[in-house]
Each structure stands twice: as structure tokens, then as C-alpha cells.
């Protein structure tokens, strides 16, 4: 035996003889750091549409996680409930077509463990694209697969309306997850921006932009503009930023904060000078602490989790005053 493995194997033994003399006279006995306990975080829509189910996306990827399913395969099952929910008009089977009335979806996908990725961008004829980009994952050597077969002013004057739900705009799911182990998966699936140019592609198939993650650091994806998250890579750079010890909170604030620097065009910018468009990030780290941030508290965005207590659906903490709009 090594000098090292005996000293480590001894003190381990002393700490056990101690800890049982402690427990013998009635003290407390802390032997080994808690198990990290098992969360899932996305998007507000993961704990909405259950595609005529009793459970929502974070219930059915926690269950599975506490169950022992590799994280991965978890919390791609739980966006898949949003994917096939027709009742869902911003994430696959409902998802609202692009310019030409064709239904063009987007996924990206990332295993901490097995340190890979896989996305696919303007797909057609499938219902879940998550699946997909898992096969790209799983049985490629790629990680992006793209395959693609005006109306912008239009969209805004509907949602000016109140003709277009802001979440149908901008449309997504992203949904993060942890285990008892600290293997952490993630998975960002959409149907993109509503009647966009067809081919168009956001950020949520691009690594780094609507999904990153470091298995030793957490997870981070996003909703809302997608060109304004990829202009920064925000998901990387709020890798990044938890690596250096921030907290999930801190961390997606910097990213907001680097958006609305980044935002220089009139066209993209509100009567305050301000960007006139949302961007959320949904953060978790691998102590399992998490946070849902938000360009504007008064946007009223939210998000999900499911952990040991259920699923709930919480308030995004917001970067700005106000909403996007001008009034």
C-alpha cells in the first residue's frame, strides 16, 4: 500500500472511531458532506402543460432523476410533454410556423457527465426535436445537424394587441437537472420565433447561447430574443461567471447586464433607451442552488422547479424596472 492510501485510509478510520465515541455520549455525528439533493429548473412552461397527463415536465424529469434514470434521459422525457402538447404554440407539435406557414424547430442538448453535446436546427416533420438532438448526441460525431426546406413588424403590432402571448413570440423550453450524485443534464427545445424567416435559427440549438454547461460548475439556458443571448454567449458566460463563485442570481444578472450594454440598435431599443425585448435565464450549480433572472421585474416572468418538497412555479428576479414597452 501507498504512503498516501494508508495516511487517507487511517484518517478515515480515526474519524470513524471518533465519530462513534462522539455517538456513544450523545453528541451529533457528521461523518460526510450531505448527498446533493436532486432538482430540476426550466422554463415556467415545464411546470404548466401536461399533454393530457397528470404531471408536468420538472415532475416527470425529477421522478425519473430520484428513480436513478441518467439525468439526461430525464429531463429531455419532461420537455417531451411539452413538445407533444398541442396546447403549447411555442415548442414542437405546437409550435407556430415560420414566414411560408412551415413548422421549423430547433433543440440542443448536453450530458455533463459524458461531456457532449448534440443539436439540430429547422427540422421538419417531427414533434420532438430533443429526441433528435440526442441522436445527434449519441450516434454522431457532430455536434450540430441543420436541415431547413417579413413578418416581423406584423408579429410586434399583434402582440402590441394582445393578439400574440409574449411566451408564443419568443417561445421555449429549457429545462436543467441535477441528481444526488451532482451529474447535471441539460436540454432547450423550441419551435423559434413566430412566423420568422424561414431557416431562421435563435440560440436555442447553439451551445453556449441557449444551453451551456460544465458538469463541475451547473447549467444554464435561456428564453426570449435569441439573437441578443448570442451575441454573448450569456449561457457560457454565466458558466463562466458561477466557475469564478458567483451564485446562479449574480451570475445570470451579469449576463442581463451584458445584453442591455450590447443593445445599441434604436430599432431594438424602447423610448428609455432601454432594450424593448425579454431574455430570461434559467441557472442552476452544482451545490444544486439555482436562480430565474429576468430583463424586467415587471414582466412578471416566472419559472419552475421540482425538488423534494414538488413542483412550483416561481417569480424571476428582474435586471430592470418596468416592462419592455414603452407604457
Not at 421522478?63 to 411539452?82: C, F
Request: glycine share 12%.
Amino acid at each position: 500500500m501507498k504512503r498516501r492510501e494508508f495516511m487517507i485510509g487511517s484518517a478515515a478510520a480515526s474519524v470513524a472511531i471518533a465519530s462513534a465515541r462522539k455517538a456513544k455520549a450523545g453528541a451529533p455525528t457528521v461523518l460526510v458532506p450531505a448527498a446533493i439533493k436532486p432538482l430540476v429548473i426550466s422554463s415556467a412552461n415545464g411546470n404548466r402543460f401536461k399533454n393530457g397527463g397528470n404531471v408536468t415536465c420538472v415532475q416527470k424529469a425529477f421522478a425519473m432523476i430520484t428513480q436513478g434514470a441518467d439525468v439526461l434521459d430525464a429531463v429531455i422525457a419532461g420537455v417531451n410533454i411539452v413538445e407533444l402538447d398541442p396546447l403549447d404554440d411555442s415548442v414542437g407539435y405546437g409550435g407556430l410556423p415560420n414566414a411560408e406557414g412551415v413548422v421549423q424547430l430547433d433543440s440542443s442538448c448536453m450530458h455533463g457527465p459524458k461531456k457532449q453535446a448534440g443539436g439540430v436546427a429547422a427540422i421538419e416533420g417531427v414533434r420532438t426535436p430533443s429526441l433528435v438532438a440526442k441522436a445527434v448526441l449519441e450516434q454522431t460525431d457532430h455536434h450540430l445537424i441543420v436541415r431547413a426546406e417579413a413578418g416581423r413588424r406584423a408579429t410586434m403590432e399583434m402582440l402590441a394587441e394582445g393578439l400574440l402571448r409574449p411566451e408564443s413570440f419568443y417561445g421555449t423550453i429549457n429545462c436543467d437537472g441535477i441528481n444526488s450524485k451532482g451529474e447535471i443534464c441539460g436540454v432547450t427545445t423550441t419551435s423559434g420565433l413566430s412566423w420568422k424567416i424561414p431557416g431562421r435559427v435563435g440560440d436555442s440549438p447553439i451551445l453556449g447561447a441557449g444551453l451551456y454547461l460544465d458538469g463541475s460548475v451547473g447549467a444554464a439556458g435561456s428564453t426570449g430574443r435569441g439573437e441578443a443571448n448570442l451575441y454573448g454567449l450569456s449561457s457560457f458566460l454565466i458558466i463562466e461567471e458561477m466557475r469564478r463563485g458567483a451564485h446562479p442570481k449574480d451570475a445570470g444578472m451579469e449576463a442581463l447586464r451584458r445584453i442591455k450594454a450590447n443593445t445599441i440598435e434604436k430599432r431594438l431599443l424602447n423610448s428609455r433607451g432601454l432594450p424593448n425585448f425579454y431574455v430570461n435565464f434559467y441557472i442552476l450549480n452544482a451545490k444544486g442552488e439555482y436562480a430565474g433572472v429576468t430583463m424586467y421585474q415587471g414582466s412578471n416572468a416566472q419559472f419552475a422547479i421540482c425538488d423534494e418538497n414538488g413542483p412550483q412555479t416561481l417569480s424571476c428576479d428582474g435586471l430592470l424596472e418596468g416592462k419592455p414597452a414603452d407604457s
